[in-house]
């Protein structure tokens, strides 16, 4: 049983471009939650997806979007990307909105 | 403006003794409380949770402690093991709604030592 995946692992980009992280979430799992984990702090909650709907939001500009398919995969979009976008993104899914988060390892995002 | 606050960056404990990580809130509408470990390369795992109705919960090796008048939780690791080794994240959610929108601490690094 696969858990949660994301991809890609590593990614670099150049200040004002966007980018789309992808996360299949595990097995049974229906709803996805989006974090930002800079260096040395902790996950910070982007959005939660469920539904195909964006169900709640962290503190996070307009610049974070993002989409829940009918699989339940989901993307999560960044425009206009600023050096302090830099950081570990990191998927979580559960069954419903408050069942327990199963994490991917993230994908690490550099912008230079 | 740092909801939930762990204090101490890293703790080094040796093998066979008591770990002890600590956790501190400020929003007193969080009602549910979670540690999360974390491997290099790998997402947070989830380890062990309590209730705001709860002062305690355990789960073999590992305990949670709740004090609600300060404001503080803490889980305790006995005994500590090599693999025990990792990050340690406190999370905390709003509305007795489980697991729903986590709000994580900075994190500890926990060093088991033989």
């Known amino acids: 049983d696969a858990g949660v995946t994301q991809s890609p692992t590593h990614l670099i980009k150049t200040r004002g471009q966007q980018v789309t992280l992808r996360c299949s979430p595990k097995?049974?799992?229906?709803?996805v939650s989006w974090y930002q984990q800079a260096l040395g702090q902790g996950p910070q909650f982007i959005f939660q997806?469920?539904?195909?709907?964006?169900?709640q939001r962290g503190n996070f500009p307009d610049r974070f979007s993002g989409h829940q398919f009918p699989n339940y995969s989901s993307e999560l979009n960044v425009n206009a990307l600023l050096l302090g976008d830099s950081a570990l993104y990191l998927c979580?899914?559960?069954?419903?909105?408050?069942?327990?988060?199963?994490f991917g390892p993230g994908t690490r995002l550099t912008v230079l | 403006d740092q909801q939930v606050k762990q204090n101490s960056p890293s703790l080094s404990v040796q093998e066979g003794r008591i770990s002890i990580l600590n956790c501190d809130y400020t929003?007193?509408?969080?009602?549910?409380f979670l540690w999360y470990k974390k491997y290099p390369a790998e997402g947070p795992t989830f380890l062990i949770s309590?209730?705001?109705?709860?002062d305690k919960n355990e789960d073999g090796r590992f305990t949670v402690f709740l004090n609600k008048s300060a404001k503080h939780l803490s889980l305790h690791i006995v005994p500590s093991q090599p693999g025990d080794s990792a990050v340690y994240f406190c999370?905390?959610?709003?509305?007795?709604?489980?697991?729903?929108?986590?709000?994580f601490g900075t994190g500890t690094r926990l060093l088991v030592s033989p």
């Open positions: 309590i209730s705001s109705i709860k």
């Open positions: 097995s049974g799992h229906d709803t």
């Open positions: 979580a899914s559960s069954y419903g909105t408050s069942g327990e988060q199963f």
């Open positions: 929003n007193s509408m969080f009602d549910y």
């Open positions: 997806y469920y539904e195909e709907e964006e169900r």
């Open positions: 999370a905390a959610s709003g509305g007795n709604t489980g697991f729903q929108k986590l709000v």
